[in-house]
């Protein structure tokens, strides 16, 4: 039931973009993105609803692909700020007030 | 305004000692949720309430740990004879309700068994 991040990690350098996938094997209602930084509380990015729904933050886009059952997050001219780990957790069913299940994360670095 | 507050920041317990740990919600936030999360790991889920309504405890690693939430406000999570593997950062979130509200993450506990 937890959702599959990729890749792993991630370094890049200032300016570059990246791409963080998020999968899961069963239907999901919604997905969410968080990004923690080392030693603090995840944050929340974005959430994304059924219905293939892109939505934006900053320079930070997120879609959902309701029949893949896949999310994917885009980070386009990274900032020395964007480093850190980002999770995506999923809902499956919402009728049911269901949790919300967080996947093991990528860690991305940014260098100067 | 006051996010979500966790008491303690660290705690350092020998094994077989029980622990409590405290979470504050945001004010008026109807769900909290418990999280475990292991150095390098993703917040692995615990359990979780509506108000006082305990609607999900199957991540409980086992009868050890227990969580209440009585007047559904503040809420502990007790870890009773306490093991070396219990060590983790316990994170405590609360949203406005389930379906759709973003997670509002404190700072969580450290927990070392020693």
């Known amino acids: 039931q937890q959702p599959v991040q990729s890749p792993q990690a991630v370094i890049l350098r200032e300016g570059e973009d990246a791409v963080i996938n998020c999968s899961s094997s069963k239907a999901l209602y919604s997905v969410h993105w968080y990004r923690q930084k080392h030693g603090e509380a995840p944050v929340f990015l974005m959430i994304?609803?059924?219905?293939?729904e892109q939505k934006g933050h900053e320079k930070i886009s997120a879609s959902f692909n309701e029949k893949k059952q896949q999310s994917s997050l885009y980070l386009t001219a990274s900032q020395l700020s964007y480093s850190g780990t980002y999770f995506c957790g999923t809902e499956i069913d919402v009728n049911r007030d269901d949790k919300i299940i967080f996947g093991k994360g990528t860690r991305l670095h940014i260098l100067p | 305004g006051a996010g979500v507050s966790q008491s303690p920041r660290y705690k350092v317990a020998k094994r077989g000692q029980d622990v409590a740990l405290r979470c504050d919600p945001i004010?008026?936030?109807?769900?909290l949720f418990w999280y475990q999360q292991a150095l390098g790991q993703g917040p692995e889920f615990l359990t979780y309430f509506q108000n006082e309504a305990q609607l999900d405890k199957s991540g409980l690693p086992s009868d050890r740990f227990f969580a209440e939430r009585p007047e559904g406000s503040v809420s502990t999570l007790k870890i009773q004879r306490t093991q070396q593997e219990d060590s983790a950062v316990y994170l405590c979130?609360?949203?406005?309700?389930?379906?759709?509200?973003?997670?509002?993450f404190g700072n969580g506990t450290r927990l070392t068994v020693t």
């Open positions: 994304l609803l059924k219905g293939g």
């Open positions: 004010s008026g936030h109807v769900s």
């Open positions: 979130a609360s949203s406005l309700k389930t379906a759709n509200s973003p997670l509002h």
